[in-house]
């Protein structure tokens, strides 16, 4: 069953649990899936209660692109080209995707797009208008061993009579409050761990945060243990009695004394935490924390008020829809968004609309949950919505 049952100290766990991490990420494959669903008539958001009319799935090996094609009950055609880089450790990947839909009559959406995914996470791509109708296209996507193992077996956990799986599907920092105290937790692997006290300790804390989808380092260097330490009473419930002390490895980042704080691995999560009663000292640690693991994120546009538009992205990354009919363009828009300051996007914004009249070229500012008008014409007008999406929400 490939599967390591230890009775032992979280000291003594933990080149275990390195080692299966980097067994981990040796091979992976990302399950995928396509969905089309039919727009409700008076253009409410996508549901998982929505009306489906389409799907593909396909199964793409991380680092490597993937074409696949299908056809639906109607005889109408998806298509698309994929490429997917996973952490399954952590249960979030990247990639890109090119997608063509087949709707009949002439008529052929295509989108062009950079995603961030979260196993387990349907992600709603885009709403647009084919052949008279209004579809909504959702990605949707899961983690695989290439032994064909569940990734989210890596770890278990008896809890008298049964067995809880606790894996690393949910990617998060978050503060929350604990007794008298206050905790930040981060999602971060064991693997992570091991590559941070390198590049931070053996560089320096000015070096950059590791990139969690970065090659592995192939060396032989054998992890220093780390001691392990008592858990504060406010977190034995959702730690256990001991863990491993990560003092060592976060104090000297920041300076703040350890005596007022505890700062621990959860080795069962796969999450380092800090738990302090001192505000000075958190705020110290909280700066430290959420930076780390703050990926790039998407970003979705909303046409606002009519329901007709909405189109996700990658903040960084072009993203395209387009929707053509015999060849003709009737609909495109393209956009490449940067997010600046105080919640504030640029992106260059190129769009097109032929039955109602309406084209803009040009850069737009705009910030995010605000209405912005881009375009008026006497037939219509083009309003968004800008929102930014992590990969935990």
């Not at 996507?141 to 077996?153: C, F, K, P, Q, T």
């Not at 000075?280 to 008020?305: A, D, K, Q, Y």
Request: aromatic share 8%; charged share 25%; glycine share 10%.
């Amino acid at each position: 069953t490939k599967t390591v049952i230890a009775n032992c100290s979280p000291s003594t766990l933990w080149p275990i649990h390195l080692a299966m991490g980097k067994q981990e990420r040796m091979g992976v494959n990302g399950l995928l899936k396509l969905e089309l669903f039919q727009v409700p008539e008076d253009r409410s958001p996508w549901s998982e209660n929505s009306r489906r009319v389409s799907e593909l799935s396909w199964t793409n090996r991380s680092g490597f692109k993937t074409i696949a094609a299908g056809k639906d009950v109607q005889g109408h055609s998806f298509e698309v080209n994929s490429e997917v880089f996973a952490s399954a450790v952590s249960q979030r990947f990247q990639g890109q995707i090119a997608i063509e839909y087949d709707g009949g009559d002439q008529s052929v959406f295509s989108m062009n797009s950079s995603f961030l995914l979260r196993s387990g996470q349907p992600r709603w791509l885009a709403r647009f208008d084919l052949a008279g109708k209004g579809y909504d296209l959702v990605l949707s996507g899961a983690l695989e061993r290439l032994d064909g193992g569940s990734i989210s077996d890596h770890v278990l956990v008896p809890e008298g009579n049964d067995i809880r799986r606790i894996h690393h599907e949910v990617f998060q920092s978050e503060l929350q409050p604990v007794g008298d105290g206050m905790m930040v937790n981060t999602t971060f692997s064991s693997v992570e761990v091991e590559r941070f006290r390198k590049d931070h300790l053996k560089r320096g804390s000015d070096a950059p945060a590791p990139d969690p989808f970065a090659p592995e380092d192939e060396s032989d260097e054998e992890a220093e243990p780390f001691p392990e330490i008592e858990v504060p009473k406010e977190l034995v419930g959702i730690m256990g009695k001991t863990t491993l002390d990560m003092s060592s490895l976060v104090y000297p980042l920041t300076g703040a004394p350890s005596e007022d704080g505890f700062a621990g691995y959860d080795l069962r999560r796969g999450m380092l935490v800090y738990f302090t009663k001192n505000k000075n000292h958190f705020s110290l640690m909280e700066g430290m924390f959420l930076p780390i693991c703050r990926l790039p994120r998407n970003l979705v546009v909303i046409s606002s008020g009519d329901g007709r538009l909405r189109l996700m992205g990658r903040l960084g990354e072009k993203t395209r829809m387009d929707v053509k009919r015999d060849g003709v363009s009737l609909f495109a828009l393209e956009m490449e968004p940067v997010l600046g300051e105080n919640g504030f996007i640029e992106s260059s914004f190129d769009y097109s609309d032929e039955v109602r009249g309406l084209k803009y070229e040009g850069t737009m500012t705009f910030q995010e949950g605000r209405d912005t008008q881009v375009v008026k014409g006497d037939r219509g007008d083009l309003t968004i919505r800008a929102e930014v999406i992590s990969t935990g929400d």
